[in-house]
């Protein structure tokens, strides 16, 4: 296969045209369902048509069930991309993708049910909720598992508080450098909510945690200047 010169403007169209042949080609000779994931991605992330990516999209979830497929559709009609937007299709493509192990779907799926709610009245359901980001969170879906931690903290309709619990999640996701649970895990050691008070300890994560966030900051400035 010859090496693409990127600079070269009419080698990088034919590069990127042959390429929607080559998917389209998978998704509807082949009838593969990663063509057709892979398609969608190609409208969405090349074409910037998400339209036809939410079409591409459907035919991956509908007709042939993958998953990563299906929270893409959930995730367009969730923000109106392509589609009109409606929380009911994408709970329910949400739901579809989960069912079929992708956390990323389960993790939609639990942020609508607690912080959007379903049907006319818009009603939220915290312990479904709860079932949703802790599919997601097991997979090691580190914001379904801060999702939960904060649902623990505050607690919710039909969700009782529980501090322990809360602990355990921020600590997950201060150990996978979450810069919000590293704090939570300091500020429950100084207060002793969830965990044997120790200052000391909640000072070590409270250092962690600024650590982070200052690390955070440089890295959005570089890129601020690489623009």
Known sequence: MN?????????????????????????????????????GDFFAAVKGDFTKAAEAYK???????????????????????????NIEEAFKFFDKGCSGGCADACHGAGILLHQVGLGSDKRKDAPRAVSYLEGSCNQGHIASCFHLSSIYIKGAEGVKK????????????????????????????????????????????????EELLKKTREEMQQLKFGE
Request: glycine fraction near 8%; proline fraction near 1%; charge should be neutral.
């Open 162 to 209: 529980d501090f322990s619990k809360s602990y355990e999640l921020s600590l997950k996701c201060c150990e996978a450098n979450h810069v919000y649970a590293c704090a939570n895990v300091s500020r429950m050691y100084m207060r002793g909510d969830g965990v044997e008070k120790d200052v000391t300890v909640g000072k070590k994560y409270r250092e962690k945690a």
């Open 59 to 85: 035919k991956s979830c509908e007709d042939y069930g993958f998953a990563k497929a299906c929270n893409k559709v959930g995730a367009l009609y969730m923000h109106g991309k392509g589609v009109d937007t």
């Open 3 to 39: 090496q693409i010169d990127f600079k070269n403007e009419s080698e990088v169209k034919e590069y990127i045209q042959n390429l929607g042949t080559e998917y389209s080609y998978q998704c509807y000779a082949e009838k593969s369902p990663e063509g057709c994931y892979r398609l």
